[in-house]
């Protein structure tokens, strides 16, 4: 079954960092471009990052440059964003998602982040 | 950045009864490939959303042929043909022509 899976989200104080983690399974993971999306509490969806097939192009949406990183790991089926100076305004339910030639095809379940003291 | 604007943003309807909903985007979303990067979802609460139409009129694998997706220029819309009681949630447009990626605001549909 064509599956990604997140992982790491919680609870952490303003300021501080989380890393999540997003492991893809049934397919040929080194051959997607992955992104991470994100929903806050009552809000729409927001595209927060995306990275090509081998690391070497990633891209972030404005509001989180120089705060959060997206970084893949082929060998490891895996896709992580860092994120750092974590703000009120990060809590969200964050999504791991494959592009497939132009849509995002495959969505994962979701990791809630809470960013509160 | 392309702004995408759905409309309406809440839409009432009854089951068996057609439905229509409508996203423009700032700039034309043809690529040189010829494709036009506009891609409709539905999420419904609790879950994670579930792609419905890919580059604009393409329906993806599973979804009931009463979902369609037609445009003009920068003017798309979904339609469902005669709306069941497992197609309420929120639809968003999402256009993946040029990064930031960007949606629509999202439109809320519910059984009246």
């Known amino acids: 079954e064509v599956q990604v899976v997140e992982s790491g989200g919680g609870l952490v104080q303003p300021g501080g960092s989380l890393r999540l983690s997003c492991a893809a399974s049934?397919?040929?993971?080194?051959?997607?471009?992955m992104n991470w999306v994100r929903q806050a509490p009552g809000k729409g969806l927001e595209w927060v990052a995306n990275?090509?097939?081998?690391?070497?192009?990633?891209d972030h949406v404005d509001s989180v440059k120089g705060r959060f990183t997206i970084s893949r790991d082929n060998a490891k089926r895996s896709v992580y964003l860092q994120m750092n100076s974590l703000r009120g305004e990060d809590t969200a339910v964050y999504y791991c998602?494959?592009?497939?030639?132009?849509?995002?095809?495959?969505w994962g379940p979701g990791t809630m982040v809470t960013v509160s003291s | 950045d392309i702004v995408m604007t759905q409309s309406p943003l809440s839409l009432p309807v009854t089951p068996g009864e057609p439905a229509s909903i409508s996203c423009r985007s700032s700039?034309?979303?043809?690529?040189?490939?010829?494709?036009?990067?506009l891609h409709w979802y539905l999420h419904r609460s609790g879950q994670s959303p579930q792609l419905l139409i890919y580059?604009?009129?393409n329906r993806a694998s599973g979804v009931p042929d009463r979902f369609s997706g037609s445009w003009s220029g920068t003017d798309f819309t979904l339609k469902i043909s005669r709306v069941d009681a497992e197609d309420v949630g929120v639809y968003y447009c999402?256009?993946?022509?040029?990064?930031?990626?960007?949606f629509g605001q999202g439109t809320k549909v519910e059984i009246k």
């Open positions: 700039q034309s979303l043809l690529y040189s490939d010829g494709y036009t990067y």
């Open positions: 990275i090509n097939t081998d690391g070497s192009q990633k």
């Open positions: 049934g397919f040929t993971f080194s051959s997607y471009w």
């Open positions: 580059l604009a009129s």
């Open positions: 998602a494959r592009i497939d030639n132009g849509p995002v095809d495959i």
């Open positions: 999402m256009q993946t022509l040029q990064t930031p990626v960007t």
